[in-house]
Structure formats: C-alpha cells, structure tokens
C-alpha cells in the first residue's frame, strides 16, 4: 500500500514527487511516455527562474529527476488504464491500473498534462520542433527577425500573436473565420500591430519544407483558393486538450475536460489532487505547474495526518 501514487512526469508530477519524498510519504510516480511531459517538445526555456541564460529543457528536468532519485522515489514507465475507490474495513483507498501491474494507495495526484490541440494537416508531426510550436513563450526567441504563422482566433492565439511582434519581423495569423473569438480590446491591438498581418476566412491544409518549416499552404473557405505562403514557422493555438479521459463521471471536470479544484488542488474526490496542465486554470507554464505540485503534495500530506 503505497501512500501516494501520482499519475505523470513532467514538471508538475515530478515537484509533488520532491516534496513527498521530502515529507518521507512511501511514494510511486507513473509516467506513460518518458520523464518531463510535453515541455520536452520546447528545447530550451528562457523564463525559468534561477536561469538568466536560459536553461535547455533536458538538463532542467534531469535536476529534478536527480532531487526524485536522491529521494528514492521511484518512477515507473506505464501506461494508466483506470483508476478506481476502494473499501476495506471502512477504509478506502484506490486502486491504479496499468498495462502491467495495478497498485494501491491511500491517496492519489493527477499530473497527466495536456496535449495541444493540433490541426491534423501534413507537415504538422514532421516538423514539431523544427518550425513547428505551440508555446509561443517558449519558442519566440528562436524566432528572431523571421517572418512565422500564428494560428487560431481566441485570446491565447491573439496574446501570443502580439508577444511573438517583439522577436519576429512579420506575424500572419491564420483563422478560419471573419471574426475573433478573443477579446475586443486584444483584437484591437492585434488590428494596430504594425508588425502583424490577418489572413481572416482561412485554414492552413499543409505545412511544407525539408529539414524545416519553409511554407504553408493557405486555403480560402470562402474562395476556395489556395495560397503559397512562405514563412519560417508556424505557432499553432487552437487549443488544448487535458488528458483526463480517464477521469471522466469520476471526478468534476469542466466543459472541456479540465479537472476543477481548490486552492489545496483538491478534485471533487477526498484523497484525490491535480496539478498542472490537466486543471482548470488561466496560466499554463512550468513555473506554475512547479508550484501547483508543491501545493498538491502538501494537501497530501495533510490529509494522510488526519486519516491516522
């Protein structure tokens, strides 16, 4: 019986892993790809704190996988395929089953993440990370004075299309429709961005290039024409999407599947927490997610306190 079992390694997982070692709670940390969750698709990060220079995203997550290893908290690769509460004697804990083993424990940390929502055209899987994003924070200074595609019509596409006007030298944003689905007051920014041109009434239907990003092809829905469009990257904010199927009628998630918690990262379930991308939120980046697992892993503890 393990005292807690967190679901996912990357940033947020990997913290709330730290402090429950550091707390000596008999821990299991379970990750389905690899160690560090999608920011490993992002190189290098610029606005972590502590790092002036920028740090690549590799040696930033071997630090804190070598804090988890000092602390002899074990992080097994697999796949989790249900989640579920138990009864014993009038105790309940849970199960956690994966593709090889199924484990119990007293209390449990969602840190599964959140994919970013992609355009499913050619080009897309080919050239992530080589032209291809979509964190435009992470990614901008990679970007300096070149010419890239912003994709998407809500608030994120339209903040990040702004932010992206300091590093590159034009920003074309690309959404389907006439109108956007982000703020009037961003819009209005966006409109009076010298650096910023809108290609309104279209979709992206391929992203074209040899080793990297070189154009896209651009398809009016309205026309019908298709356009050439040389660029060298493209940041794609369509959404994203938390992977929370698992979860779903078992713990209160909002309308698009984001699980919804306390200020303590306390989900609708006693003895059940998340943190980082799979929550509902208004920021998502590392630091926060750091810092939501601290959170979580103290919750933990507490409630662990008062089930003795």
């Known amino acids: 019986m393990y005292d807690l079992v967190i679901l996912g390694a990357g940033p947020a997982g990997l913290v709330a ?9 008999k821990t299991l940390i379970i990750e389905k790809m690899s160690v560090g969750g999608q920011i490993i698709l992002s190189p290098t990060i610029e606005n972590y704190p502590g790092f002036p220079e920028g740090i690549t995203t590799q040696e930033l997550i071997d630090r804190f996988k070598k804090q988890i290893d000092e602390l002899e908290v074990p992080v097994v690769v697999d796949e989790v395929i249900e989640v579920s509460q138990q009864d014993a004697r009038g105790s309940a804990y849970f199960t956690v089953k994966t593709s090889e083993n199924t484990y119990e ?22 050239f992530i ?18 010419e ?10 339209l903040e990040e299309a702004i932010f992206l006007t300091n590093y590159a030298s034009k920003v074309t ?13 961003l819009e209005e920014k966006l409109r009076t961005n010298p650096k910023i041109i809108l290609m309104l009434d279209s979709v992206i239907e391929e992203i074209t290039g040899t080793t990297k ?6 398809k009016n829905v309205v026309t019908s024409k298709i356009t050439n469009y040389s660029c060298q990257g493209i940041f794609i904010f369509v959404g994203i999407k938390p992977n929370t199927e698992l979860l779903k009628n078992k713990l209160q998630l909002d309308e698009s599947d ?51």
């Open 17 to 25: 892993g730290i402090y429950a070692g550091r707390f000596r709670l």
């Open 105 to 126: 424990t007293k209390s449990v940390i969602i840190a599964t993440g959140a994919n970013s929502k992609k355009l499913a055209v050619a080009g897309e899987e080919k």
């Open 129 to 146: 990370g080589r032209g291809v994003s979509y964190c435009g924070t992470c990614d901008a200074p990679f970007f300096k004075g070149k």
């Open 148 to 157: 890239i595609l912003v994709v998407g019509g809500g608030d994120r596409a």
């Open 173 to 185: 944003v690309v959404h389907r429709r006439q109108q956007f689905r982000g703020s009037k007051i």
């Open 213 to 218: 990003v070189e154009a896209v092809k651009i």
């Open 258 to 308: 984001f699980l919804i918690t306390g200020l303590d990262m306390k989900t609708s379930l006693d003895g059940v927490y998340a943190c980082g991308d799979c929550r509902q939120k208004s920021l998502y980046q590392v630091i926060n997610a750091c810092g939501e697992g601290a959170v979580a892993a103290d919750s933990v503890h507490k409630y662990l306190l008062n089930l003795k």
